[in-house]
Nanobody, 126 residues
């Protein structure tokens, strides 16, 4: 079992930045790929970014490329999502997730992830 807890969400103006954290506990964090997803009101949960267990392989949704950076610190059992140049359309609940799949970092569907956090709200005002 892996427990995930997100933090760092909040209200920010367009053009601003936020850094989300995902603290993991339970089984060996580095054994799992990690992903970030988001869900806006009335919309399906969508993939944002993924990172392999080692941190060497990365994957981003086109909508966030060049603005968001995913990273992890396995010594701290924590993953991060640095979000810059935020736009109102980035407003959503952001979730971190862990995948035991060998190439979990490349999986963009929610069914590819085994464990989920409770989510953190990000609101970007115009």
């Amino acid at each position: 079992q892996v427990q995930l807890v997100e933090s760092g969400g909040g209200l920010v103006q367009a053009g601003g930045s936020l850094r989300l954290s995902c603290a993991a506990s339970g089984r060996t964090f580095s054994s799992y790929a990690m992903g970030w997803f988001r869900q806006a009101p009335g919309k399906e949960r969508e993939f944002v970014a993924g990172i392999s267990g080692s941190g060497r392989s990365l994957n981003y949704a086109d909508s966030v490329k060049g603005r968001f950076t995913i990273s992890r610190d396995n010594a701290k059992n924590t993953g991060y999502l640095q979000m810059n140049s935020l736009k109102p359309e980035d407003t959503a609940v952001y979730y971190c997730a862990a995948s035991s799949a060998l190439t979990g970092w490349s999986i963009t569907r929610t069914s590819g992830y085994d464990y989920w956090g409770q989510g953190t709200q990000v609101t970007v005002s115009s």
